[in-house]
């Protein structure tokens, strides 16, 4: 297979959909042999892995002649919080609250202050001016995580309000992001995916698709599904418009996802346990559930 994907983000997938059910720790070696199945080369991953472990996503422990990764806290927080939001298959009700966001950072950490838009964006907050971010989301726990993780308490303001006009909240939405356009994302990609799920289900049926294909096939699927994270806010029902594709989109998701599972995880247990043999699943882990991943690019 062509190597089309970024090495450091699809460790942040394997993380997320696999590793941290099995223990949230894996021999270098096993996940070199993971992430051949994608054309990413040992080199490759080795230096994918020492940034990471630089940026505090992941530690590292030596055992013997082996090294071993697993997530660091920091890390462990973020899947979890991505895979609240990726595996919503409906979207939540509205408490009708806006959260608003207002920072005036120095020019001197402008690099804090890049960083902490990206963060915004990815938890879900939409722009109002340059400096003023909005979300109809209960997202308390993330903002006041990030104001804590980058150091900037005397830099914001953070309300919790109702809009009282002059317009509807919806307008508030067309300000922050472009729906229509996510929409079209979210088209592309039921396009593309209904029809590789008809011919993956088949396969699967007649026994012609290998634990290894299955195991590709998932890890890929789950990969770009969640590069909606990064442009989907997850908005409440009622702020949404009426021909809404983003429910559909997560329908097909998980029916795909639930059709691969099985063969993939037996794929992926058998090059990870040869590397960890006494890891055992997570006990609250079920293979036809879902786990997920993400990654800060």
């Excluded at 959909?17 to 993971?34: P, V």
């Excluded at 037996?266 to 055992?280: A, D, H, I, T, Y």
């Amino acid at each position: 297979m062509e190597n089309t994907l970024n090495t450091r983000s699809m460790i942040f997938t394997l993380y997320g959909d696999y590793i941290r059910h099995y223990g949230n720790e894996i021999w270098i070696g096993s996940l070199i042999s993971l992430l051949q199945e994608f054309g990413h080369n040992e080199q490759s991953v080795r230096a994918a892995i020492s940034r990471m472990n630089k940026q505090g996503w992941i530690q590292s422990k030596r055992v013997g002649n082996k090294s071993f990764y697993s997530l660091t806290d920091i890390g462990k927080a973020r899947m979890e919080e991505a895979a609240e939001r990726i595996y919503k298959i409906k979207p939540h009700s509205w408490d009708g609250k806006w959260r608003i966001l207002m920072y005036n950072i120095p020019e001197e950490i402008r690099n804090v202050r890049d960083e902490l838009r990206q963060e915004l964006i990815w938890s879900g907050f939409g722009s109002m001016s340059t400096s003023c971010w909005l979300s109809p989301n209960p997202l308390e726990k993330q903002v006041y995580g990030l104001i804590e993780k980058y150091e900037i308490k005397e830099y914001v303001n953070f309300f919790i309000s109702q809009y009282d006009g002059p317009k509807e909240d919806q307008s508030l939405i067309k300000k922050c992001w472009n729906l229509d356009e996510i929409n079209e994302r979210y088209e592309e990609f039921m396009r593309e995916y209904s029809q590789k799920y008809v011919i993956a289900k088949n396969k699967i049926e007649k026994g012609n698709m290998t634990d290894g294909q299955c195991f590709v096939e998932r890890t890929i699927l789950v990969h770009e599904y969640r590069k909606f994270l990064f442009i989907d806010p997850g908005l409440p029902a009622e702020l949404l418009p009426d021909k809404w594709l983003g429910d559909s989109a997560a329908d097909l998701f998980s029916e795909y996802y639930v059709a691969l599972a099985k063969k993939a995880s037996q794929f992926f247990e058998g090059v990870f346990r040869k590397g960890n043999e006494k890891v055992k699943v997570s006990k609250d882990f079920d293979v036809l559930s879902h786990p997920l991943m993400i990654d800060t690019e």
